[in-house]
């Protein structure tokens, strides 16, 4: 139930979004379908009069003064006010015998409009949203109509301008719930609950919960969890509780906790990527022709030179366990266990077991935000190894080959895979600037 990553989004950040959420709006909103009116009432001494109202064209819809506010445990509210639209279309009455047509124009002023919308997640962990609450007054409404009949015009006025307020509003809220259901919740459903990070793994960022709206911020848990494409299993260690530091300044906050780091060793792990081998091929030396041969590198009491002379050796490295990242206030780092198994490879090719050995080094780690990607770095100081079998040159000569390997070949290539990057879950078309990362315990 714990998050591994969590989302901020404050009120800049509602803001931002909200200005674009209410320019389609406005654009929805511009092309309402208002259905033909007719009815009839009655003139003391005239009698009754029929009327019809059709080809009701909108021209345009403003909204010029709108704000989203955070309703604590609810979700959001948008308040729009002042919004005002025209539009025009044709008439025609009869009395008796008497017909006339014509042209009108209508003003709508000084409209309030108040959505309610309602956060959540659906099975697979993305979000919805809905509207769940929308009320719309008019508080005035001016029509002019073309015509002979000036006195029957005032007369005609007060009995429908009524039935175009009940519609109207009526037909706001439609528009509203519509473009909810349309435009925003399809636009919420591109943020990606899985992403396949590359041929071993992807990583989950399915919803753990509703979003929270509190008065500063909307907060989101996700579960922020990497796994192993060819068999996802169950990770060994539950995540720890993740909040966020109170801060509100920014537009949008990330937040990611070592769970979300260590499952990414977990799964690389179980995806077999933590092995690396070492050959002949890959090190040489001046001195000796070949790093990699046993009369130069192997451990006299074990008298291999005896038994594999000038024999090719091949170094295999693996982690036994995933290793585990820590974050503190400094930063991130790692201690990772490696085992070097050494063989020795035969002219049919065939490899005989010689040796197992343990290397722990600490390994320091640099984060940071790229194109929408976390991207980091790994640094590690010269390895030192102390091996009581060994004498001081051998321990030396296998200490040269491991350093030249880490350096030269190893952290290049795990390097060059980290800043490809990771990355951030993030909803079509936004784009992130002004990126500061920070670490916490």
Not at 100 to 125: C, M, P, Q, T, W
Request: glycine fraction near 6%; proline fraction near 7%.
């Amino acid at each position: 139930t714990n998050p591994g990553f969590v989302v901020r989004i404050t009120q800049a950040g509602l803001d931002y979004a909200h200005q674009h959420g209410v320019a389609v709006l406005e654009k929805e909103l511009a092309q309402l379908k208002l259905p033909d009116i007719s009815g009839d009432f009655h003139i003391r001494h005239v009698g009754k009069v029929r009327y019809e109202l059709s080809r009701l064209d909108l021209r345009s819809f403003h909204l010029p003064y709108s704000r989203i506010s955070l309703v604590p445990n609810v979700g959001l509210q948008v308040s729009i006010s002042n919004a005002f639209t025209e539009l025009d279309g044709n008439w025609r009455v009869k009395i008796h015998f008497i017909r006339d047509h014509g042209s009108f124009d209508l003003k709508v002023e000084n409209v309030y409009i108040k959505i309610n919308l309602r956060l959540g997640n659906d099975a697979s962990g993305k979000p919805t949203i809905a509207t769940s609450a929308c009320s719309t007054h008019i508080s005035k409404v001016r029509v002019h109509f073309s015509g002979r009949f000036g006195w029957l015009y005032n007369l005609f006025y007060s009995a429908v301008e009524s039935r175009f307020r009940t519609i109207l509003e009526g037909k706001v809220c439609e528009i509203v719930a519509s473009s909810v259901r349309s435009e925003l919740q399809p636009y919420l459903q591109t943020l990606p609950v899985t992403a396949r990070i590359d041929a071993m793994t992807g990583i989950d960022y399915s919803l753990v919960a509703p979003p929270i709206a509190t008065a500063r911020s909307l907060d989101a848990g996700l579960k922020g969890e990497f796994f192993s494409l060819a068999r996802r299993s169950a990770v060994p260690f539950p995540p720890l509780a993740l909040t966020l530091p109170p801060d509100h300044d920014r537009m949008v906050y990330f937040g990611a906790s070592s769970y979300f780091f260590n499952t990414a060793s977990f799964a690389y792990h179980a995806a077999g990527a933590l092995v690396f081998e070492i050959t002949d091929a890959m090190v040489v030396s001046p001195r000796n022709g070949g790093l990699c041969r046993c009369p130069h590198t192997l451990p006299s009491p074990l008298q291999l030179e005896k038994m594999y002379p000038n024999t090719p050796m091949k170094l295999k490295l693996s982690a036994p366990s995933a290793p585990f990242l820590n974050i503190g206030p400094e930063g991130l780092s790692l201690r990772p266990v490696v085992d070097i198994q050494a063989y020795a490879i035969l002219p049919s090719s065939s490899l005989v077991p010689l040796f197992l050995l343990s290397l722990v080094r600490n390994v320091s780690a640099v984060i940071n935000v790229k194109s929408g990607h976390i991207v980091g770095s790994l640094s590690v100081g010269r390895l030192k190894l102390f091996l009581t079998p060994l004498s001081a040159p051998q321990v030396r000569t296998l200490q040269s080959i491991m350093n030249i390997y880490a350096s030269s070949i190893l952290l290049p290539s795990l390097n060059a895979r980290l800043d490809e990057g990771f990355p951030l879950p993030l909803p079509d078309r936004i784009q992130l600037s002004n990126i500061l990362v920070q670490f916490h315990q």
